[in-house]
């Protein structure tokens, strides 16, 4: 049973940096296709970025693009999102998600096997 853990969230001021962490384990971390999704309150959850299995390939939300930045490291077995020029609509509670998938990405939240216990980032003054 393959185990999510995000960590790195936190509390930001807008236009600042966090780097976001997830751990995996109990499964073969580098047979699955990565995704970081987030869930504001009261909004359906959302896709941020996602990577396939070797890193070759990635994908971002138009709303992410040019600030964030997802990668991988297949030794370690964790996935990292870097969000910089954080705004206050990037607040959200964020979710690692994994699928066993040797090719391409994954874009839509229902496809992932495993999920993450999520990890809060909140952006304010």
């Known amino acids: 049973q393959v185990q999510l853990v995000e960590s790195g969230g936190g509390l930001v001021q807008p236009g600042g940096s966090l780097r976001l962490s997830c751990a995996s384990s109990?499964?073969?971390?580098?047979?699955?296709?990565m995704g970081w999704f987030r869930q504001a309150p009261g909004k359906e959850r959302e896709i941020v970025a996602a990577?396939?299995?070797?890193?070759?390939?990635?994908y971002y939300a138009e709303f992410v693009k040019g600030r964030f930045t997802i990668s991988r490291d297949n030794a370690k077995n964790t996935v990292s999102l870097q969000m910089n020029s954080l705004k206050s609509e990037d607040t959200a509670v964020y979710y690692c998600?994994?699928?066993?998938?040797?090719?391409?990405?994954?874009?839509?939240?229902?496809?992932?096997?495993?999920w993450g216990q999520g990890t809060q980032v909140t952006v304010s003054s």
């Open positions: 990577i396939s299995r070797t890193g070759g390939i990635t």
């Open positions: 109990g499964g073969t971390f580098s047979s699955d296709a």
């Open positions: 998600a994994a699928k066993r998938l040797y090719g391409g990405i994954v874009r839509t939240g229902p496809e992932y096997d495993y």
